[in-house]
């Protein structure tokens, strides 16, 4: 059974940076193309960024040159390194996980197969 847990959220002033870590289970991690999405009370889920199978690293404009995300083949993990953070960046962040590489593109969340519970990022002013 695929089970992702998010973890490393919390509060933080902007300007500030937090990590976040998925922690996979259950299938051949590396076979898989994960990434994270968020979503703010109000707002449409959004894709942040995500990872090929190949371990190349795609980024949201809104997120380019501020967030880098990683990942521990041998730790079966996800992470996700934001930095410099702002208010707007405050949502629940989610990471997912699908076989389906080319679903990211679009982040096709509608379809992608796996997700975690979600871990909250309050960035205050």
């Known amino acids: 059974q695929v089970q992702l847990e998010e973890s490393g959220g919390g509060s933080v002033q902007a300007g500030g940076s937090l990590r976040l870590s998925c922690a996979a289970s259950?299938?051949?991690?590396?076979?898989?193309?994960m990434g994270w999405f968020r979503q703010a009370p109000g707002k449409e889920r959004e894709g942040v960024a995500y990872?090929?199978?190949?371990?190349?690293?795609t980024y949201a404009d809104s997120v380019k040159g501020r967030f880098t995300i990683s990942q521990d083949n041998a730790k079966n993990t996800l992470y996700l390194q934001m930095s410099s953070l702002k208010p707007e960046d405050s949502a629940t962040y989610y990471c997912?996980?699908?076989?389906?590489?080319?679903?990211?593109?679009?982040?096709?969340?509608?379809?992608?197969?796996?997700w975690g519970h979600g871990t909250q990022v309050t960035v205050s002013s």
């Open positions: 259950g299938y051949s991690y590396s076979s898989y193309c």
């Open positions: 990872m090929d199978n190949d371990g190349n690293p």
């Open positions: 997912a996980a699908d076989l389906r590489c080319r679903l990211w593109v679009g982040y096709s969340d509608r379809l992608l197969a796996y």
